[in-house]
């Protein structure tokens, strides 16, 4: 099973709400990841978990606040976001990162009005 | 810096038609080189890793080859539910990163 899950499907805040995006693996994966994408772009890579530790932040603003309380699951936590901050959000893992294959979530459509 | 380029940027075919969708990279130390489906506000989905020159790997209608300055994605016979974004991406250095191409959106005519 490569299945990643992310919930709620869909998400609509205002720029002062306080709202958190989840992500679930039962692969066994040990690395997991969130991605911004725009519409017609590719993925944009913003946060890195190694091991339930952050890895890798692509200097991402601080109204995002990731979180990963174990190996399966990782958190988004979002702040007082912009309207440009409107986006499909994704989630990934794979085995250990590196050079490994990483398996992609269906996302979070989030809209800030 | 590590640069991937996907041609075209768009493809129209039509059913049975087949044909192949291009992903040039330049960068330093390739450690793998992963093609991904994606359709309309869904997330990636994985298809397939090649790690060195030469290596091909084979799944239902679609063939990747890599080369050391290019891969290729080969669709063989498509089918319209082969209509999708198809996404090359690229690892290297020591961390876990993936440089994304643009994309090819490909639709294939019934």
């Known amino acids: 099973d490569t299945e990643v899950t992310q919930t709620p499907k869909h998400l609509v805040m205002g720029m002062t709400n306080k709202k958190s995006l989840k992500c679930e693996q039962h692969?066994?994966?040990?690395?997991m990841y969130w991605y911004k994408q725009k519409a017609k772009k590719p993925p944009e890579l913003m946060f890195v978990?190694?091991?339930?530790?952050?890895?890798i932040n692509e200097s991402v603003p601080s109204r995002f606040s990731p979180e990963c309380p174990n190996s399966s699951l990782l958190n988004l936590h979002l702040h007082a976001l912009q309207p440009e901050d409107s986006a499909l959000y994704l989630c990934?893992?794979?085995?250990?990162?590196?050079?490994?294959?990483?398996?992609f979530g269906p996302g979070t459509r989030l809209t800030v009005t | 810096e590590d640069q991937v380029t996907q041609s075209p940027e768009a493809l129209r075919l039509q059913e049975g038609e087949s044909s192949s969708l291009n992903c040039s990279y330049t960068v330093s130390g390739l450690r793998g080189l992963f093609w991904y489906r994606q359709d309309p506000g869904k997330g990636p989905e994985f298809l397939f890793t090649l790690y060195s020159a030469g290596e091909e790997k084979e799944k239902e209608r679609l063939k990747a080859t890599l080369t050391k300055k290019e891969s290729f994605l080969h669709i063989t016979a498509p089918k319209p539910e082969d209509s999708a974004t198809y996404l090359c991406?690229?690892?290297?250095?020591?961390?876990?990163?993936?440089?994304f191409g643009k994309g090819i959106t490909l639709s294939v005519r019934p």
């Open positions: 991406a690229v690892i290297t250095g020591a961390n876990s990163k993936l440089t």
């Open positions: 990934a893992s794979s085995q250990e990162g590196g050079d490994n294959e990483q398996y």
């Open positions: 978990y190694s091991y339930e530790k952050l890895s």
């Open positions: 692969m066994g994966h040990r690395a």
